[in-house]
């Protein structure tokens, strides 16, 4: 039986060309695949009771995350506020784009904010240099000193920062838009065709 050589010529050719049949195909599939792990990357946003009592405001009373009170009124948002919107808005914006398919290759970018855009995004209503976005995953200082009171003071309508301590404990970090991130990240590295 005889061999024949194709010339590697004529094989770089036919790869050059393969791209164009592929990209629509891939492009669509991974689009699709991608568009999966995004909604559940918003499906665990959404869900996390972090985003839940913060969308409650004061009336998630009592906090799983204070003891007394609402997240959202030890914070110290004002009543008006929706602080999981600017999040929420920048999670949805994640996207993935196509560079280039040459060939058997496919290239592709995803394009989602990073902790530290998030942390930037979204600063304590009383102190602009600090994020609460962080300050739930590595603590909130004063919750000794918060009251769980109506109060026309309080920004919230929720609570107010006493001057002396009124209680022992202390605000019980936990891991939230990071674990969320590494999720989201972990899926988009297991992309395929």
């Given at each position: 039986?005889?061999?024949?050589?194709?010339?590697r010529?004529?094989v770089?050719?036919?790869?050059?060309?393969?791209?164009?049949?592929?990209?629509?195909?891939?492009?669509?599939?991974?689009?699709?695949?991608?568009?999966?792990?995004k909604?559940?990357?918003?499906?665990e946003f959404?869900?996390?009771?972090?985003?839940k009592?913060?969308?409650e405001?004061?009336?998630?009373?009592?906090?799983?995350?204070?003891?007394?009170?609402?997240?959202?009124?030890?914070?110290?948002?004002?009543a008006g506020?929706?602080?999981?919107?600017?999040?929420?808005?920048m999670?949805?914006?994640s996207?993935?784009?196509?560079?280039?398919?040459?060939?058997?290759?496919?290239?592709?970018r995803v394009?989602?904010?990073?902790?530290?855009?998030?942390?930037q995004?979204?600063?304590?209503?009383?102190?602009?240099?600090?994020?609460?976005?962080?300050?739930?995953e590595?603590?909130?200082?004063?919750?000794?000193k918060y009251l769980?009171?109506e109060?026309?003071?309080?920004?919230s309508?929720?609570?107010?920062?006493a001057n002396?301590?009124?209680?022992?404990?202390?605000?019980?970090?936990?891991?939230?838009i990071?674990?969320?991130?590494?999720?989201?990240?972990?899926?988009?590295?297991?992309?395929?065709l």
């Open positions: 039986m005889n061999k024949v050589m194709v010339p010529d004529a770089s050719a036919v790869l050059k060309q393969t791209g164009k049949y592929i990209k629509p195909t891939a492009e669509s599939r991974l689009t699709k695949e991608f568009n999966i792990i909604q559940q990357m918003m499906s959404n869900n996390h009771p972090i985003t009592e913060l969308d405001k004061t009336s998630a009373d009592p906090s799983a995350f204070v003891g007394d009170g609402s997240l959202f009124g030890f914070i110290g948002f004002s506020d929706e602080p999981t919107l600017i999040v929420r808005e999670l949805n914006s996207q993935i784009k196509f560079v280039r398919i040459k060939g058997e290759l496919v290239d592709f394009i989602y904010p990073t902790k530290e855009e998030l942390f995004a979204t600063p304590l209503p009383w102190a602009a240099g600090r994020s609460w976005l962080r300050g739930i590595v603590g909130l200082s004063g919750l000794g769980n009171i109060s026309g003071a309080s920004r309508g929720g609570g107010i920062q002396n301590n009124v209680r022992s404990g202390r605000f019980r970090n936990t891991k939230y990071s674990q969320i991130l590494n999720n989201f990240i972990k899926k988009v590295e297991n992309l395929s």
